[in-house]
């Protein structure tokens, strides 16, 4: 079940039911809110149903019991394929999916389905295909085989190729009310008390994946460290100083990524809450912030220097407020 996602689920459901189906589905919206997840049901109750026997529920729900689903569960249903960056050798993941990887599908695409008529491809994200592998990937969605069908995961969908975007149909993903992240936290983080919930739902912003982020590497601390320098100041360094103590290490390089991640973000939010100077203040430390993120990873700049610089953006908007 799909939470918050109704809409979404209802157009793909009443498509499928009635077999006029798109060989190509651009999943888009913000990351951490279902997507992924709806790729994998969806799959999962084409496959079902194609394989039989009937499924009888509503939406894309299928019985965790249907022999189809278990095989997916499996991660061995022959018909299904899923994509994403790989694990490197030396730890963490790879930077983008490879052209290999793409290529790869063509084993699955020129042969005959096993169960059934159909098979599915999910690629998570379709953001992460190194250019190469975007290009190798148009091909396959121009010539499709017949009863193939691609769901394609994407948190910014503006930066695809044109012609990727021109061969979907697309289905909008929106960010989840209070109320079903509360719901969804309460099960996902039942160690979580309710003043807990509560901060990740405010710091995630509609986000499952977020909050969940949030919560492993304990960012709503980091993000309370980081608000309280943006809107209380640091005239004597201090703030910064700690913040870049913490996370200049390299045990720290994950919550250091994270950080990365939170800085442009927390700054637009603030700004469409203020008015007149301190928006301008907001918005130019907002473009500031982002360029020294975009240029921190690339150039290996020293994390501990990274961070007291973006202390001091933060502080900037709090000057004469």
């Not at 599915?120 to 250019?131: K, N, Q, Y």
């Not at 085989?145 to 021109?166: C, D, E, K, Q, Y």
């Not at 201090?238 to 720290?252: H, Y």
């Amino acid at each position: 079940m799909i939470a918050g996602q109704g809409k979404a689920v209802e157009q793909f459901a009443s498509s499928w039911e009635s077999r006029r189906l798109h060989h190509a589905w651009l999943l888009a919206g913000p990351k951490g809110v279902g997507k992924a997840s709806f790729a994998r049901e969806a799959a999962t109750r084409i496959l079902a149903e194609a394989a039989g026997p009937a499924v009888d529920l509503p939406g894309l729900e299928t019985p965790p019991d249907h022999p189809m689903a278990k095989l997916l569960s499996a991660g061995s249903h022959p018909d299904f394929r899923w994509v994403e960056r790989l694990e490197r050798p030396a730890g963490g993941l790879a930077r983008n999916i490879s052209v290999d990887q793409i290529r790869s599908l063509q084993d699955l695409l020129s042969v005959t389905p096993s169960m059934s008529p159909w098979r599915a491809i999910v690629i998570d994200s379709v953001d992460d295909l190194e250019a190469s592998a975007a290009n190798a990937l148009l091909k396959m969605l121009e010539e499709p085989p017949a009863n193939t069908i691609f769901f394609l995961v994407s948190h910014a969908p503006g930066r695809l190729l044109p012609t990727i975007r021109s061969r979907c149909r697309r289905l909008d993903f929106v960010r989840l009310d209070d109320d079903i992240m509360t719901s969804s936290l309460r099960r996902l983080l039942p160690e979580e008390n309710s003043e807990e919930i509560a901060r990740l739902v405010d710091f995630a912003q509609g986000s499952i994946g977020r909050a969940i982020d949030i919560a492993a590497l304990d960012l709503a601390r980091l993000e309370s460290e980081a608000q309280a320098i943006l809107r209380e100041g640091d005239p004597d360094n201090m703030r910064r100083s700690k913040l870049a103590s913490s996370l200049g290490t390299k045990a720290a390089a994950d919550r250091y990524a994270a950080f990365l991640q939170l800085v442009p973000g927390l700054l637009a939010r603030e700004a469409v809450n203020l008015e007149g100077e301190a928006r301008g203040r907001a918005l130019n430390a907002y473009e500031r912030a982002r360029q020294t993120v975009a240029i921190a990873p690339r150039l290996s700049l020293d994390p501990g220097a990274t961070v007291f610089e973006l202390g001091g953006i933060l502080a900037s908007v709090a000057l004469k407020r």
